[in-house]
Nanobody, 121 residues
């Protein structure tokens, strides 16, 4: 499956952004989707995931601030990011896999190109 992420940009701390990830696959509803991020000099880390049944999980660092959702009719997964912090600055990647959602990057076989989120003070 091909994934195209968008929606990144520059935002002040405390602000909001919504990332989108469009998938080019006919069976999108069968895929679990995830968002990961990678800050400069750091490893890629799990942010959120959502399964085919809409069951969602978030990393502790974003709980209460980020919300993952999906629209199967539009083959799109979203990441609504509120109360952004300086430490949220990173390249955000969407990922897809058949089966259950996962929190480990290696379990995802399909990746988008990444979209840069920069949070300024």
């Amino acid at each position: 499956v091909q994934l195209q992420a968008s929606g990144g940009g520059l935002v002040q701390a405390g602000g909001s952004l919504r990332l989108s990830c469009a998938a080019s696959v006919s069976s999108f509803g069968s895929y679990s989707m995830g968002w990961f991020r990678q800050a400069p000099g750091k490893e890629r880390e799990f942010v959120a995931s959502i399964g085919w049944n809409m069951w969602a999980e978030n990393a502790d660092s974003v709980k209460g601030r980020f919300t993952i959702s999906r629209d199967n009719a539009k083959n799109t997964v979203y990441l609504q990011m509120n109360s952004l912090r300086l430490e949220d600055t990173a390249v955000y990647y969407c990922a897809g896999r058949l089966g259950r959602p996962a929190r480990t990057a290696g379990e995802y076989g399909s990746w988008g190109q990444g979209t840069l989120v920069t949070v300024s003070s």
